[in-house]
């Protein structure tokens, strides 16, 4: 995952790795600064995804790590 908030600076930073593309996206998306999406690339396998795409997967329904927002709403329900 290369973040940066354009695609030179992100490339200049050079890559952080993950276990899984699904973690590099919940990183990117809820813990990286948000305009580090703007220069953002996913890369997996031959593969690669934008800032853009990277966030449309993570709002998709098929993600398949529980999100942030997720979360706190359940933390929220219980101590309520």
Excluded: C, W
Aim: hydrophobic share 40%.
């Amino acid at each position: 995952m290369y973040l940066g908030r354009d695609r030179a600076t992100a490339l200049a930073q050079g890559p952080k790795t993950f276990r899984t593309a699904a973690e590099a996206i919940r990183f990117a998306v809820e813990e990286a600064a948000p305009v580090s999406l703007h220069g953002a690339l996913l890369v997996v396998g031959n593969e690669g995804y934008s800032g853009a795409r990277i966030r449309a997967i993570y709002d998709s329904p098929a993600y398949p790590l529980r999100r942030k927002a997720d979360l706190a709403q359940e933390f929220s329900r219980v101590n309520s």
